[in-house]
């Protein structure tokens, strides 16, 4: 597994580098701001991106969106001080796969690094869940808020396909569709599949 860390704070992002490197992961870039990030990124092509949020020149909220939006197979986990559920459903509607606070312990740091490069979607302990689903709208402001590769997926989703066939369609591997699907259900409140694909068409997206 690659991981490229990212955090203005050289004591901290040393730490990070040195808890995952000891932990057997092959950390393959730093940076030290968002602008930064994106051309580590694109130079070492990690699977796996942690991510602070607050940092000078280029934030991690707009990182996180061109990084994804270049690649959406990379998966980038928020490491940050700021654990309110505007910055969580921020930073889950650019395409974040994790959200984790920095007073988290080690443990869990790992933990979420290995199930996000999985395909899973990783909320840290005491980091709130948005509630994304709107009441008594035929259009809600999550769905809305999807974004464009998530639109995507949404429809094909509410169509009965599952996650292979809509990797086939959108020739993407299966991983990142899981991926995707975990973030949508989030989104837009739903407990599995059925429940989104209903939702979904209810609402004519």
Not at 60 to 75: S, T, Y
């Amino acid at each position: 597994m690659r991981v490229v860390v990212v955090d203005d704070h050289p004591v901290f992002r040393k730490g990070l580098v040195a808890l995952l490197s000891a932990d057997g992961i092959d950390v393959v870039g730093e940076a030290e701001n968002g602008l930064e990030a994106i051309t580590v990124v694109e130079a070492s092509s990690p699977d796996v991106v942690l991510m602070d949020l607050g940092m000078p020149e280029l934030g991690g909220i707009e990182a996180i969106e061109r990084i994804v939006a270049a690649d959406p197979g990379i998966r980038v986990i928020v490491i940050t001080l700021y654990d309110d559920e505007q910055s969580v459903r921020a930073a889950l509607a650019v395409g974040a796969s994790g959200y984790v606070v920095k007073q988290a312990p080690p443990d869990e740091i790992v933990a979420a690094v290995r199930a996000t490069a999985a395909g899973a979607l990783w909320i840290g302990a005491g980091v709130p869940r948005p509630g994304f689903a709107a009441v008594g709208s035929s259009v809600s402001p999550a769905i809305s808020g999807l974004t464009p590769r998530e639109s995507a997926i949404a429809d094909l989703l509410s169509r009965g396909l599952s996650n292979p066939q809509i990797a086939q369609r959108l020739h993407l591997s299966a991983k990142t569709i899981a991926n995707y699907v975990s973030i949508i259900l989030l989104k837009i409140g739903a407990d599995d599949r059925t429940a989104a694909a209903a939702i979904l068409r209810d609402r004519r997206m």
